[in-house]
């Protein structure tokens, strides 16, 4: 089992930057696929960034060059750095993960049913 809460969300005006951190009850770095997924209103929940052990990252292209995904394995913690922030950036972030299989070699999936842990999510909202 794993266990993830996000924090760093909140209120920032377009344009602005926000950090958003995962916290993960053991740690995943060689096991795991990592993602951050969003929900905006009214909106299907969408894949926005993701990392492998290997660090192969990927990114939705809505934010691609403005978000980056990282991880700190020693703390157990995903983060994803969001700048140059739009007000469609708004939605609830969450943190998920998936274990990483030698049948898809490896990679992270690209669909929510695939990742299995989720955390409870953290509002990211952006005014205009």
């Known amino acids: 089992q794993v266990q993830l809460v996000e924090s760093g969300g909140g209120s920032v005006q377009a344009g602005g930057s926000l950090r958003l951190s995962c916290a993960a009850s053991?740690?995943?770095?060689?096991?795991?696929?990592m993602g951050w997924f969003r929900q905006g209103p009214g909106k299907e929940r969408e894949l926005v960034a993701s990392?492998?052990?290997?660090?192969?990252?990927s990114y939705a292209i809505s934010v691609k060059d403005r978000f980056t995904i990282s991880q700190d394995n020693a703390k157990n913690t995903l983060y994803l750095e969001m700048t140059s922030l739009k007000p469609e950036d708004t939605a609830m972030y969450y943190c998920?993960?998936?274990?990483?299989?030698?049948?898809?070699?490896?990679?992270?999936?690209?669909?929510?049913?695939?990742?299995?842990?989720w955390g409870q999510g953290t509002q990211v909202i952006v005014s205009s």
């Open positions: 053991v740690n995943t770095y060689a096991t795991h696929c």
């Open positions: 998920a993960a998936h274990r990483l299989a030698m049948s898809t070699m490896y990679r992270c999936a690209r669909r929510d049913a695939d990742f299995r842990y």
């Open positions: 990392i492998d052990s290997a660090g192969r990252s």
